[in-house]
């Protein structure tokens, strides 16, 4: 892994980048789409919500807007519907949505390789607060890590699937879970 503060950044971004992106591997347009929590929290939704936050923050913020953004969910749309971007609409797929993320993605690291750490910026929603672009990587990885922990929690409410990136590729694989949860619950129990 390289040194430098910027490639640091984006190599620990995209990790969580892609792991955000594989909890929806293997899952029907049904199960991706398929609110997990009381307010409605979806996989599909989740990436449609980063992808909307990376479009402004690595684009709009440093002037360099998406250059599609028709496909993206306008001011207009969130106007009408606040939750507009957390969800996929009928017209929507989940491959679709994944691959607008990965163009949003490949524009953003456009600005990233050609922006100085300390470039100002000025992220349209936070009322033209001057920001650099370290503070807005530094920002991202919270709100993709933040997002990541949401989506390991759903996707192992949908069918079991544990692991970072994949089924138990971080998770021991020779636990018994139900003796492991049966003893969190008699400790819970205790109080």
């Known amino acids: 892994m390289a040194t430098d503060p910027k490639s640091t950044l984006l ?3 995209e990790e969580r980048r892609e792991a955000l992106i594989a909890k929806l591997d293997g899952l029907s347009e049904r199960e991706a789409r398929l609110p997990r929590t ?4 979806n996989l599909i939704g ?3 919500h980063v992808t909307g936050v990376e479009a402004v923050y690595l684009g709009a913020t440093f002037g360099r807007p998406f250059p599609h953004p028709e496909e993206l969910v306008s001011d207009a749309r969130l106007e009408a519907d606040p939750q507009a971007d957390w969800y996929a609409t009928e017209h929507e797929t989940v491959a679709g949505i994944i691959d607008l993320y990965r163009r ?4 953003g690291n456009e600005t990233i390789d050609t922006l100085p750490l300390d470039a100002i910026g000025h992220v349209p929603h936070w ?4 920001v650099t672009l370290h503070q807005i990587l530094v920002d991202l990885f919270a709100d993709l890590a933040g997002h ?3 989506a390991d929690i759903l996707r192992e409410a949908a069918d079991g699937a544990v692991g970072w990136r994949g089924s138990g590729d971080n998770i021991p694989s020779e636990i018994d ?3 492991y949860v049966a003893k969190l619950n ?3 129990d205790r109080f």
């Open 38 to 41: 009381p307010t409605g929290t």
């Open 46 to 48: 989740i990436i449609k």
């Open 104 to 107: 949003v993605i490949a524009h």
């Open 186 to 188: 008699a400790l819970a």
């Open 177 to 179: 879970w139900p003796a």
């Open 148 to 150: 990541g922990g949401q």
């Open 11 to 13: 190599h620990y971004i």
């Open 127 to 130: 009322e033209n607060e001057e």
